[in-house]
């Protein structure tokens, strides 16, 4: 059946006021709301430092030097050597190495070596052991632990070697061992 | 369901982005200490010199060694 013009004329203004409608849709009124929230990155400042006689530090505060020990015999203890890091920043500090090094011109003398490790407050040391294996064995228990802003972790290292674990062999005579402990943190 | 391969590829670099962010946002310090131990000899000497086997002397002449040679104690 054929439509008259006036039918179809009728019906394409019909569509297309549909179509300004839905046109329209985009005029909406139209509002917002926004939320602000300032970031500021913290810079991290870890230093450290000891209590015990004749330790020094960098002016930077990073870099630790113990009294040197010895001659020793076979049998020996340096004591207990307090050593203090602290967290100056003002973020959470988390442990995440301990690297150790220790040159030496006599490796029985660098594989003799006991160290001790006892935090402070603790019960029993974090570590007792062989100097050579420390990097291996301390890593698992100290990686993870958190120094928060503003504190510090206080921390007593001792070597030494007989009494209660083997005193140094006699090819250890005449050596020096330079051991430096480096621990990282993240934050 | 096929996955379209520009799909895939934003999909690919959005992880790889991740793993930027997790490898490099993290602000790290470090401090070190660090100390000297140095072991003493142990010296034996009879008659004045230094041997590894006990000489007998009279008079501060070495007549001999009469003995094996001794090791040396470290204690």
């Known amino acids: ?187 | 369901m096929a996955v379209r391969p520009k799909l895939m590829i934003g999909a690919g670099i959005a992880v790889a982005g991740l793993g930027l962010i997790g490898a490099g946002a993290t602000f790290t310090t470090q401090v070190s200490g660090s100390t000297s131990i140095s072991s003493g000899d142990l010296g034996l000497s009879l008659n004045g010199q230094s041997q590894s086997s006990l000489l007998v002397g009279v008079d501060g002449n070495n007549l001999n060694s009469h003995f094996t040679p001794i090791s040396r104690a470290w204690c």
């Not at chain 1, 530090?57 to 015999?73: N, S």
């Not at chain 1, 490796?107 to 570590?127: C, F, H, T, W």
């Open chain 1, 1 to 187: 059946m054929a439509y008259s013009r006036k039918v179809l004329t009728v019906g394409a203004l019909g569509i297309a006021a549909f179509a300004l409608i839905g046109a329209g849709a985009s005029a909406t009124f139209t509002d917002g709301a926004a939320a602000q929230k300032t970031i500021t990155a913290g810079t991290m400042n870890m230093t450290i430092t000891s209590t015990t006689p004749g330790a020094w530090r960098t002016t930077d505060g990073k870099t630790l030097t113990l009294a040197a020990y010895g001659p020793v015999g076979s049998t020996f203890s340096t004591g207990p050597q307090t050593v203090i890091v602290s967290n100056n920043s003002s973020i959470d500090a988390k442990l995440v190495k301990l690297s150790v090094t220790a040159p030496t011109s006599n490796e029985q003398l660098r594989d003799g070596i006991y160290v001790k490790i006892q935090m402070a407050g603790a019960n029993s040391p974090v570590y007792d052991g062989l100097l050579a294996d420390l990097e291996s064995s301390a890593t698992p228990f100290i990686k993870g632990q958190t120094i928060a802003a503003g504190t510090s972790m206080t921390a007593d290292v001792t070597f030494y070697a007989g009494d209660s674990k083997p005193s140094l062999p006699d090819g250890a005579q005449g050596g020096v061992v330079v051991p430096t402990f480096t621990v990282g943190f993240t934050g």
